[in-house]
């Protein structure tokens, strides 16, 4: 009985920690962001040493006495990047987003996504990744760098578009490219491949030697975004709404906090399979090198600015006449886990289940497969919530024959507890002598509790993490599983289901447990009150079938006991 009591007081503790903990994220207070003070140079660009070779160090333009005042500086942005901004741009629309290219660099300065409103409330209000803004700025540069002095085109360059828009519309294909040409005789030309329905972009960089001598250099790619200070509370969970920065380095993924970078400096590493990228929850920014190919990472904090590097480690050598191409594949979108995947497996762990990921990536498996028939998400919850209780159901229906028959003990035990109401040692041993007589065990109750825990966790980080049910509708007023109830009708509903379930159970023995047992369908309506509503989706259902099943057992077990007692006088 203890134990109970225990296991009970442990799971409402447990509800309380991820109430507060998703009340803080849709209610509690933002943390205050500082205004950024205008930088005229951030940190040299890192990977310098290219094998035994040494390149020349690029730092961001710096901008003359007197010219910052011309160019639109914000909070959180540089004015190397306010010269990008001022410069000519090429538009791109594709089925998916919006994209603006910089002609400064041919850097990606700005990505609107068409099918993905900011809330739910607000449809004309689309999420926007890429930026100028001050705390949305974020861009991706790129650019290739020689050495001994050779001509090089950096993300600081002026590169020529033959258009200033281009548009997707009936193609499944369109390539957009920018040049730059040096008096050398160098040209480098960068082409932004983008296809229907993905948020991928491949680009290319292809370097022409027009020289009559050899030109030695190497790619890069780099994410610059704007970095705040992200809320410390003992509740928060890095794999929940983790914002900053995401690393590969060939074998593990790692989020790196703003705080260790300023505490620790630049995080670098070197792979030929590695990537970097930047989660914002649902959405990420993400650079592929190509792999086989050594690169070396760089990220580092500078002031409100984050840094992602990548720079190939051994110089490619290009002759006279001749050309090569340095391919990178950009991701700028949802965290779609079928797009990722295309890209490259490992970048699927940019969608970060926790510790439950063994149980929660099956899950989501299984309910993107019922919602390709059915093509509802909370109606593919119900179908997987019905498949996981049938795969449970024997189990379950052992617990529930054991609390059948502890229900139809209810006036036995009743009578012991009034004979020793005044030896609680007594009455114990001879509940125990009942149970074991009877082949009943009191802790039943608890198996169907502990068997659906992991999966009410597997279902919250889903709901939580998964994009593709992010703003996903249900039916009537439930418009967003991943919200909470706005009409807190679904855990009403839940808590009379609950209540249901007790009164097809047998009442606790010890009195303060019954107390616990009759005010939990109350508690349990305010815990998840504040859930998403795809999970408390999950728990009616798995209660209400839970009832059925109960209910089915206890006609059952009445039966056997009328039997065996007919049987008995027969006899």
């Excluded at 989501?364 to 996981?388: D, K, M």
């Excluded at 808590?495 to 616990?516: C, S, Y």
Aim: hydrophobic share 45%; with cysteine; charged share 20%.
């Amino acid at each position: 009985m203890d134990n109970q009591r225990l296991f009970i007081w442990a799971i409402f503790v447990f509800l309380g920690w991820i109430t507060y903990q998703t009340w803080v994220e849709q209610y509690g207070p933002r943390p205050t962001e500082p205004v950024a003070e205008q930088r005229d140079e951030l940190a040299a660009l890192p990977g310098d040493t290219v094998g035994d070779e040494e390149l020349p160090a690029i730092s961001d333009t710096p901008v003359e006495p007197g010219a910052a005042d011309a160019l639109p500086v914000t909070p959180g942005v540089t004015t190397e990047t306010a010269a990008q901004t001022s410069a000519p741009v090429v538009r791109v629309t594709t089925d998916v987003f919006e994209i603006e290219i910089s002609t400064v660099g041919g850097t990606l300065q700005k990505a609107t996504l068409s099918g993905y409103p900011v809330a739910k409330d607000r449809p004309d209000e689309l999420v926007k990744l890429l930026d100028t803004a001050g705390r949305g700025f974020s861009l991706i540069e790129s650019g290739v760098r020689a050495a001994g002095g050779a001509a090089e085109a950096t993300h600081l360059e002026t590169f020529v578009a033959a258009q200033t828009s281009f548009e997707l519309g009936s193609n499944d294909e369109l390539v957009v490219p920018l040049t730059w040409m040096d008096a050398s005789g160098l040209t480098v030309e960068k082409r932004y491949t983008f296809r229907r329905g993905s948020y991928a972009v491949l680009l290319e960089q292809v370097v022409t030697n027009g020289s009559d001598a050899e030109w030695r250099g190497a790619e890069y790619v780099r994410i610059k975004r704007h970095s705040a200070e992200m809320e410390r509370s003992m509740f928060n969970v890095d794999s929940y709404s983790f914002d900053g920065p995401i690393v590969y380095d060939g074998e593990k993924s790692q989020k790196l906090k703003r705080d260790d970078l300023l505490d620790d400096g630049r995080y670098e590493y070197s792979s030929q399979h590695g990537w970097f990228g930047e989660i914002q929850h649902h959405f990420l920014r993400a650079a592929v090198p190509t792999s086989g190919v050594d690169f070396k990472y760089d990220v580092a904090v500078n002031g409100d600015v984050a840094t992602s590097s990548a720079i190939r480690r051994s110089l490619k050598s290009i002759a006279p006449g001749a050309s090569e191409t340095f391919t990178t594949t950009l991701f700028v979108g949802p965290k779609l886990q079928e797009q990722l995947e295309a890209i490259d497996k490992s970048l699927k762990l940019t969608v970060d289940y926790g510790w439950l990921t063994i149980i929660s990536q099956p899950l989501f498996w299984l309910l993107s497969l019922v919602y390709g028939w059915v093509g509802n998400w909370g109606v593919a919850i119900i179908f997987v919530t019905f498949l996981i209780k049938l795969a449970f159901y024997k189990l379950t229906e052992s617990s529930g024959r054991s609390m059948a028959k502890m229900r139809n003990l209810q006036p036995r035990m009743k009578a012991l507890q009034d004979r020793y109401k005044d030896d609680k040692q007594a009455l114990s041993q001879a509940m125990m002598d009942l149970y074991k007589r009877e082949k009943v065990n009191p802790a039943a109750g608890c198996l169907p509790i502990l068997i659906q825990m992991p999966f009410f966790l597997a279902f919250y980080w889903v709901l939580l993490e998964s994009v593709e049910m992010r703003q996903a509708p249900f039916a009537l007023w439930i418009t967003d599983l991943s919200t909470r109830d706005p009409y807190f009708i679904l855990p009403l509903i839940m808590g009379v289901a609950m209540f249901a379930q007790q009164k097809l159970n047998p009442a606790p023995t010890d009195p303060v447990q019954a107390k616990v047992m009759q005010i939990m369908p109350i508690m349990f309506t305010v815990f998840f009150a504040f859930f998403p509503s795809g999970l408390v989706l999950y728990w009616v259902t798995n209660t209400l079938l839970s009832i059925a099943q109960q209910w089915k057992v206890n006609k059952v077990v009445e039966a056997e006991a009328k039997a065996a007692k007919a049987g008995k006088k027969g006899g």
